[in-house]
Antibody
């Protein structure tokens, strides 16, 4: 069965960096686009970034562009989110999610359990 | 960016009722719309994609309709497990924006 497991969250100070990981299993990881979506405490969902199956094509929300980098390691079946210059408004639960189809649809059919990132001094 | 506006923000209903949630896009997105259900402390779950296509395993009491800018999610014969927060999401163009959510509460 499809499983996505995030890790790497924690409490960090403003201006510092953090890398999140999302370990995938139960499907052909190299064939699907993968997304990051976040949710600030008590708030709604915000799409953050996507990396297509090719590992090259990426898109970002304006709020993170230039600070966050999404990447993937097909051999490890792992998705990453490198977060630099973190700010207080980056505080959120970060979910990784799979694109529904091998052809990009930008619907998210499987989600991880989320990992909490808290940016605070 | 395409703005997604859901209404109502919250709704109270009883088991067995039918509830309709609407989602409006700030510009046309054809049928590129999904609905998700989220329960407290859990990840969202995909219910409907392409405006009206029910995800495998989702009960048939959930249905979606609409195209262009106006969409609806209808839940018929509400069950206790349906009380949750629902989000619409446009998949037409990035950034792939969500509505603000609709909290469905037990009356």
């Amino acid at each position: 069965q499809v499983q996505l497991v995030e890790s790497g969250g924690g409490v960090v100070q403003p201006g510092t960096s953090l890398r999140l990981s999302c370990a995938a299993s139960g499907f052909s990881f190299s064939s699907y686009g993968m997304h990051w979506v976040r949710q600030a405490p008590g708030k709604g969902l915000e799409w953050v970034a996507v990396i297509r199956y090719d590992g090259i094509t990426t898109y970002y929300a304006d709020s993170v562009k230039g600070r966050f980098t999404v990447s993937r390691d097909t051999s490890k079946k792992t998705l990453y989110l490198q977060m630099n210059s973190l700010r207080g408004d980056d505080t959120a639960v970060y979910f990784c999610a799979r694109d529904r189809d091998m052809v990009p649809t930008n619907y998210f059919d499987y989600w991880g359990q989320g990992t909490l990132v808290t940016v605070s001094s | 960016d395409i703005q997604m506006t859901q209404s109502p923000s919250s709704v109270s209903a009883s088991v067995g009722d039918t509830v309709t949630i609407t989602c409006r896009a700030s510009q046309g997105i054809r049928y590129w719309l999904a609905w998700y259900q989220q329960k407290p402390g859990k990840a969202p779950e995909l219910l409907i994609s392409a405006a009206s296509s029910l995800q495998s395993g989702v009960p048939s009491r959930f249905s979606g309709s609409g195209s262009g800018t106006d969409f609806t999610l209808t839940i018929s014969s509400l069950q206790p497990e349906d009380f949750a927060t629902y989000y619409c999401q446009q998949a037409a163009s990035f950034p792939y924006t969500f509505g603000q959510g609709t909290k469905l509460e037990i009356k």
